[in-house]
């Protein structure tokens, strides 16, 4: 299995709904397909939000996770 | 994806206003055209020396609320006319004034923030709504 690394990194600590998620498409629009996005929040919609943006955009969430109070998402561009 | 999501937006609260804003950014960035038409109270609240003013709350907000909202916003929360921006930004969003608010307030459109693209009548914006979801705030 070929390794990724993760190329574009998005910190939306602290910001409310709906940042997070625009601050993600706005970072996506710059990538190459294939490549790998981390998006670190803490918005509690986030989990929702981000499953709900992957699956409406075709980009791949391959990995997220909780850490105290914050979410982490890992993003296949498509 | 690219059916069309519609908001109108009427009331000219800074908290009606936010609400508005989230539901645009948040359908900007899932790639939707978003098609935002301004009336009375809105519009009023797009000046361009008042867009950055404070508008008020609801009555509903109360005093509890209006604590909540200002906890917000020292928190750091985005205005909605910074959240309005940066849905622009993401491409897609088309912000029209409603012609008879124009006349009804008084307002040209040099009187209006950049943010406002133009300026249209009701049959323009059904035109470009098309079948798409249509939000009245």
Redesign the interface.
């Known amino acids: 299995m070929e390794t990724v690394e993760i190329t574009t990194k998005v910190d939306a600590r ?6 997070p ?2 601050r ?3 970072a996506a ?1 710059l990538m190459a397909s294939g490549t790998l996005l981390e998006v670190l929040a803490t918005d509690p919609g986030s989990i929702k939000d981000f499953a709900a ?1 992957c699956r ?2 075709g980009n791949e969430l391959v990995d997220q996770s909780v850490d105290g109070a914050v979410y982490r998402f890992v993003i296949r561009r498509k | 994806m690219d059916e069309s999501i519609n908001l109108v937006l009427f009331s000219g609260t800074d908290d009606k206003l936010q609400a508005a804003a989230v539901l645009t950014a948040g359908a900007a960035a899932l790639g939707k055209p978003v098609n935002v038409f301004l009336q009375y109270w809105a519009l009023d609240a797009f000046r361009a020396e008042r867009i950055e003013g404070d508008h008020g709350l609801a009555p509903e907000a109360g005093e509890e609320g209006r604590g909540h909202v200002e906890a917000l916003r020292i928190a750091g929360q985005a205005s909605w006319a910074d959240t309005l921006r940066q849905a622009k930004e993401l491409g897609g969003v088309d912000i029209q004034a409603c012609s008879l608010s124009m006349d009804l307030l008084g307002i040209e459109q040099e009187d209006l923030d950049p943010l406002v693209d133009g300026v249209e009548g009701v049959t323009a914006f059904y035109l470009n709504a098309g079948e798409g979801q249509l939000i009245f705030i």
Request: charged letters at 5%; aromatic letters at 6%; glycine letters at 6%.
């Open positions: 602290g910001l409310s709904c709906p940042m998620i625009v993600t498409a706005q629009k943006w409406s955009t």
